[in-house]
């Protein structure tokens, strides 16, 4: 879990930053989890926007909203508005065939 606990602050939900076109990866280069997730994309070739969320304040403000005052990452946006915190590598699989099922046998 890459959780960092903040003085805690009420943080309004705010819309994604970088919308949800593509699927949104927030979270930081040194967090296992987030390479994790980026791992799992990559290895499905399945294009998404990659956001550190130490470099991007925005962003980081967006996290802290989805999370309730907290900065867990990694945070995940699907295209659908959906959203995926610190999630395990089954849980991801199973998102993504949800969004793109394979392709039927003709």
Not at 25 to 47: F, M
Not at 49 to 75: C, L, M, Q
């Amino acid at each position: 879990m890459c959780l960092k606990f903040l003085k805690r602050k009420k943080y309004p939900l705010i819309p994604p930053p970088y919308g949800t076109e593509l699927i949104t990866v927030y979270g930081t280069a040194w967090c296992g989890d987030t390479q994790r997730s980026r791992k799992v994309l990559e290895a499905r070739n399945i294009p998404y926007r990659w956001v550190d969320i130490d470099t991007d304040k925005i962003a980081e403000r967006y996290v802290f909203g989805v999370n309730h005052g907290n900065r867990s990452v990694p945070t995940i946006v699907f295209q659908d508005g959906s959203v995926l915190v610190e999630p395990e590598k089954a849980q991801l699989i199973n998102k993504l065939a949800q969004i793109s099922p394979a392709p039927s046998a003709l």
